[in-house]
T-cell receptor, first 110, second 110 residues
Framework: QQQVKQSPQSLIVQKGGISIINCAYE??????FPWYQQFPGKGPALLIA?????SEKKEGRFTISFNKSAKQFSLHIMDSQPGDSATYFC?????????FGSGTKLNVKP | NAGVTQTPKFRVLKTGQSMTLLCAQD?????MYWYRQDPGMGLRLIHY???????AKGEVPDGYNVSRLKKQNFLLGLESAAPSQTSVYFC?????????FGPGTRLLVL
């Protein structure tokens, strides 16, 4: 049973554009919602994270929007750059266990 | 400070063979995790540990065993490898809510 559904599977954005990745979940017990960035041949690395008592968190060009009632959260990458080209995973956490989305492969065209 | 390291980087096994994957961390973290990553499925938790001498099952534990005899090491064992265990395996350790991933082990079971 998949705990989180992530979309789209792949995304192509022009340099300077906005990249948006969405995740939806059902179980309201989750209390931590991180996003991970993974480059080819590397392990994932934490990008940004949010807790359900906050509706938005911004760090530089990266923003998480969280809609608790809709049980959805999304990652926005403003002014997307070719260096942002990577696979992005949303995740959920509860009691030290993490569940990951299926990933979105982002390609930022120069 | 090496962070999280994994040994080996790549391995080919024949069906029925056994092997052990080693994960080591030098950050004195209590929590450690083993995941497998398959195309289109994100990362799935195999087993995890909340401290030395403890282990617990994750989403996909069947066919795997783990041990945490020392705080810095978390071993993942495959007693009788199957082609379905062909995957990339990632180890992670956790401090507060942040997971730090190793570089991964690519395993091919023929």
């Amino acid at each position: 049973q998949q705990q989180v559904k992530q979309s789209p599977q792949s995304l192509i954005v022009q340099k300077g554009g906005i990249s948006i990745i969405n995740c939806a979940y059902e179980n309201t017990a989750f209390d931590y919602f991180p996003w991970y960035q993974q480059f080819p041949g590397k392990g994932p690395a934490l990008l940004i994270a949010i807790r359900p008592d906050v509706s938005e968190k911004k760090e530089g060009r990266f923003t998480i929007s969280f809609n608790k009632s809709a049980k959805q959260f999304s990652l926005h990458i403003m002014d997307s750059q070719p260096g942002d080209s990577a696979t992005y995973f949303c995740a959920l956490s509860f009691f030290n266990k993490f569940y990951f989305g299926s990933g979105t492969k982002l390609n930022v065209k120069p | 400070n090496a962070g999280v390291t994994q040994t080996p980087k790549f391995r080919v096994l024949k069906t029925g063979q056994s092997m052990t994957l080693l994960c080591a961390q030098d950050m004195n973290h209590e929590y450690m995790y083993w995941y497998r990553q398959d195309p289109g499925m994100g990362l799935r938790l195999i087993h995890y540990s909340v401290g030395e001498g403890t282990t617990a099952k994750g989403e996909v534990p069947d066919g795997y065993n783990v041990s945490r005899l020392k705080k810095q090491n978390f071993l993942l064992g495959l007693e009788s490898a199957a082609p379905s265990q062909t995957s990339v395996y990632f180890c992670a350790s956790k401090a507060e809510e942040t997971q730090y991933f190793g570089p991964g082990t690519r395993l091919l079971v023929l």
